[in-house]
């Protein structure tokens, strides 16, 4: 998937490019100018031109046809991503199309695919999208205008709460000339007015007679490239590309899609699925386990070549992964407390000797850019942070964060006095070997919550080392659709996961930032604080201004990381994926992804 998007949408949203067709009003009227466009960009213009053919990154050549076998852990249970219960299955995007499609060497770039252009107002306070009039949804019937005002309205009356408090105030109608206008409540909101390009949409005919709050049994009828040709709930499903999609030939799409099927197999756990791998059951994988990827992807098929393995270098934005506090519980209220938790994990330790040291620790919201906090900060920073001084740890002033670091022998004494010193402050004090609330007398306990092998492996040497200090920390590993029930109601102290990096801050930190969106998934700590209200509002205010943006981007890395919301982990820079020789790739990848959708069956396999 891509770097920047919303839950609601399946692609990147951007700062629209002003086209060059401007539309006069008259100065009696003071209505804003209509800017009519046909791309949208985040700064300045879009890298494809009007009239580009393909994306530089697909081979527009590349054949069609074969049988692309992927898979999955766990189960799923129901046929519709937007449900808001269920676990649905792999491949679900490939079901819709959007509005406006995304181009993966950009930084949020939108051409054209179900509108096929737009017009906007100068201030913002309205966007239109012209229909294509060839588009038709998977049963050859025309896409129209009614379909996505209808798309937006169900996904505002019947989707996850958090597009309807994002989206409040947005009214929607159908124009003449198979055209759709959205009006926002207020002026001046560009990112918001963008967002509205990234709707899904659903044929309104059979998504009248659905419940769309609930799972859905059966496969939908879709907009996308793919649709469901066969499937055993729970165990596999197999995609068809459907071969009139009449999108096919669009720019946006050339030289992609190019599998007659995919296919989805599921497993129980990562193990399983792996020896299948190398016994030839599926086609591709890329490895998070460095340990995995050193000592277990070897032997014939690799050595004969039949399975191709390959570490790609990339310089993508990297996600906070780590152990997610949730500050709701009592036990981790109080700041001193998550930041003692810090120092058991040895990420030292850890990295030599299960990751061959291939690893870097994580230490910004922001990984892998430019609004990273480093140092102390700026004047500018300052400036920002003024407002808000005596409602933020005084650290984000007067220290740089970094994770606490050991020497990697094993040994934390060091670190253990540290924390011991925060969990006085707090309230809790060593006896008889237990950890101990100072008033209640109550252990220091908590659970874990994972649901991969994997995680277990590093969370092991974690609950070591604090039950060397009397903290009772039970490990907990459920099954995907559990998490995924626990994640949603909350039900969690502690949770291996991790929030998503953009390429610059934007609208998308409000789902996991604002107090607004408490109830949001994405709010795995549940944050409700005014100074993060005014850190996230004021950089959606700022979009335009990079100067500025920068500022109040980092700004927010030091409140965000001195208020320990998490045990920070760690990432790498290269794609570690292994396939099966048929497959072939276009020379050049997208700067944001592997870019697996324009790869293909290479035609004598």
Same mark, same amino acid.
């Given at each position: 998937?891509?770097?920047?998007?919303?839950?609601?949408?399946?692609?990147?949203?951007?700062?629209?490019?002003?086209?060059?067709?401007?539309?006069?009003?008259?100065?009696?009227?003071?209505?804003?100018?209509?800017?009519?466009?046909?791309?949208?960009?985040?700064?300045?213009?879009?890298?494809?031109?009007?009239?580009?053919?393909?994306?530089?990154?697909?081979?527009?050549?590349?054949?069609?046809?074969?049988?692309?076998?992927?898979?999955?852990?766990?189960?799923? /249970?129901?046929?519709?991503?937007?449900?808001?219960?269920?676990?649905?299955?792999?491949?679900?995007?490939?079901?819709?199309?959007?509005?406006?499609?995304? +181009?993966?060497?950009?930084?949020?770039?939108?051409? *054209?695919?179900?509108?096929?252009?737009?017009?906007?107002?100068?201030?913002?306070?309205?966007?239109?999208?012209?229909?294509?009039?060839?588009?038709?949804?998977?049963?050859?019937?025309?896409?129209?205008?009614?379909?996505?005002?209808?798309?937006?309205?169900?996904?505002?009356?019947?989707?996850? *709460?958090?597009?309807?408090?994002?989206?409040?105030?947005?009214?929607?109608?159908?124009?003449?000339?198979?055209?759709?206008?959205?009006?926002?409540?207020?002026?001046?909101? =560009?990112?918001?007015?963008?967002?509205?390009?990234?709707? !899904?949409?659903?044929?309104?005919?059979?998504?009248?007679?659905?419940?769309?709050?609930?799972?859905?049994?059966?496969?939908?009828?879709?907009?996308?490239?793919?649709? %469901?040709?066969?499937?055993?709930?729970?165990?596999?499903?197999?995609?068809?590309? %459907?071969? $009139?999609?009449?999108?096919?030939?669009?720019?946006?799409?050339?030289?992609?899609?190019?599998?007659?099927?995919?296919?989805?197999?599921?497993?129980?756990? /990562?193990?399983?699925?792996?020896?299948?791998?190398?016994?030839?059951?599926?086609?591709?994988? +890329?490895?998070?386990?460095?340990? =995995?990827?050193?000592?277990?992807?070897?032997?014939?098929?690799?050595?004969?070549?039949?399975?191709?393995?390959?570490?790609?270098?990339?310089?993508?934005?990297? *996600?906070?992964?780590?152990?997610?506090?949730?500050?709701?519980?009592?036990?981790?209220?109080?700041?001193? %407390?998550?930041?003692?938790?810090?120092?058991?994990?040895?990420?030292?330790?850890?990295?030599?000797?299960?990751?061959?040291?291939?690893?870097?620790?994580?230490? +910004?919201?922001?990984?892998?850019?430019?609004?990273?906090?480093?140092?102390?900060?700026?004047?500018?920073?300052?400036?920002?942070?003024?407002?808000?001084?005596?409602?933020?740890?005084?650290?984000?002033?007067?220290?740089?964060?970094?994770?606490?670091?050991? $020497?990697?022998?094993?040994?934390?004494?060091?670190?253990?006095?540290?924390?011991?010193?925060?969990?006085?402050?707090?309230?809790?004090?060593?006896?008889?070997?237990?950890?101990?609330? !100072?008033?209640?007398?109550?252990?220091?306990?908590?659970?874990?919550?994972?649901?991969?092998?994997?995680?277990?492996?590093?969370?092991?040497?974690?609950?070591?080392?604090?039950?060397?200090?009397?903290?009772?920390?039970?490990?907990?590993?459920?099954?995907?659709?559990?998490?995924?029930?626990?994640?949603?109601?909350?039900?969690?102290?502690?949770?291996?996961?991790?929030?998503?990096?953009? +390429?610059?801050?934007?609208?998308?930190?409000?789902?996991?930032?604002?107090?607004?969106?408490?109830?949001?998934?994405?709010?795995?700590?549940?944050?409700?604080?005014?100074?993060?209200?005014?850190?996230?509002?004021?950089?959606?205010?700022?979009?335009?201004?990079?100067?500025?943006?920068?500022?109040?981007?980092?700004?927010?890395?030091?409140?965000? !990381?001195?208020?320990?919301?998490?045990?920070?982990?760690?990432?790498?820079?290269?794609?570690?994926?292994?396939?099966?020789?048929?497959?072939?790739?276009?020379?050049?990848?997208?700067?944001?992804?592997?870019?697996?959708?324009?790869?293909?069956?290479?035609?004598?396999?």
């Amino acid at each position: 998937m891509k770097k920047r998007r919303l839950v609601f949408f399946p692609i990147l949203l951007g700062v629209l490019y002003a086209g060059p067709y401007l539309t006069a009003q008259s100065p009696e009227t003071a209505a804003p100018r209509t800017i009519h466009a046909t791309a949208l960009a985040l700064r300045g213009e879009p890298d494809y031109p009007e009239g580009f053919t393909h994306f530089n990154y697909v081979n527009p050549n590349a054949p069609k046809g074969g049988n692309l076998t992927r898979h999955a852990i766990g189960t799923y /249970d129901n046929f519709h991503l937007y449900a808001l219960r269920g676990n649905c299955v792999q491949g679900s995007q490939y079901f819709y199309n959007s509005l406006m499609s995304t +181009s993966g060497d950009e930084d949020d770039a939108l051409y *054209p695919l179900i509108a096929q252009s737009l017009e906007y107002a100068e201030d913002y306070s309205f966007i239109i999208f012209s229909i294509d009039p060839r588009a038709t949804d998977q049963e050859g019937a025309p896409i129209t205008a009614e379909d996505a005002a209808f798309s937006f309205n169900i996904l505002y009356e019947k989707g996850v *709460p958090q597009f309807r408090n994002y989206f409040a105030g947005v009214t929607v109608q159908v124009l003449p000339g198979n055209r759709v206008r959205f009006d926002l409540s207020e002026p001046g909101d =560009k990112e918001k007015m963008l967002e509205l390009a990234g709707t !899904t949409i659903f044929p309104k005919r059979f998504w009248e007679h659905q419940n769309f709050s609930e799972p859905l049994p059966t496969p939908p009828l879709g907009t996308g490239a793919y649709r %469901v040709k066969d499937y055993k709930m729970g165990q596999y499903v197999i995609l068809e590309r %459907v071969k $009139d999609y009449w999108a096919a030939d669009l720019p946006v799409n050339k030289g992609r899609y190019n599998f007659d099927t995919i296919r989805y197999d599921y497993y129980r756990d /990562d193990t399983v699925a792996l020896e299948a791998f190398k016994s030839g059951a599926y086609d591709i994988r +890329s490895e998070s386990d460095i340990e =995995k990827w050193t000592t277990q992807y070897g032997g014939t098929p690799f050595s004969s070549g039949l399975i191709v393995k390959e570490e790609i270098p990339h310089a993508i934005p990297q *996600p906070m992964q780590a152990f997610n506090f949730n500050i709701e519980r009592p036990v981790f209220q109080d700041r001193r %407390v998550r930041m003692a938790l810090n120092y058991f994990l040895d990420f030292e330790w850890i990295n030599k000797n299960l990751f061959y040291n291939q690893y870097t620790r994580t230490r +910004s919201y922001f990984e892998n850019t430019d609004y990273a906090a480093r140092g102390l900060p700026s004047d500018a920073e300052r400036a920002v942070l003024e407002p808000i001084k005596d409602q933020v740890p005084q650290e984000v002033f007067t220290r740089e964060y970094q994770p606490p670091k050991t $020497d990697g022998s094993g040994f934390i004494r060091p670190q253990m006095r540290e924390a011991m010193a925060l969990f006085k402050e707090a309230g809790w004090e060593l006896r008889g070997g237990k950890l101990l609330h !100072t008033q209640s007398g109550e252990q220091m306990r908590f659970e874990l919550l994972i649901y991969s092998p994997s995680s277990e492996k590093i969370a092991i040497p974690l609950k070591r080392n604090l039950a060397r200090f009397g903290i009772d920390m039970h490990i907990r590993t459920v099954d995907a659709s559990q998490f995924l029930n626990r994640l949603r109601s909350r039900d969690y102290d502690l949770l291996d996961r991790g929030f998503h990096t953009q +390429s610059y801050p934007g609208s998308g930190l409000l789902l996991a930032w604002h107090s607004d969106y408490r109830d949001s998934t994405y709010n795995i700590a549940g944050v409700q604080d005014p100074a993060l209200d005014y850190l996230v509002e004021g950089i959606i205010a700022r979009q335009e201004d990079e100067a500025a943006l920068l500022a109040w981007g980092r700004a927010l890395d030091r409140v965000l !990381t001195w208020n320990h919301y998490v045990i920070p982990q760690w990432h790498t820079s290269q794609f570690r994926v292994a396939y099966n020789h048929k497959l072939q790739k276009p020379p050049v990848r997208p700067r944001y992804s592997l870019g697996l959708d324009s790869w293909w069956i290479r035609p004598s396999s």
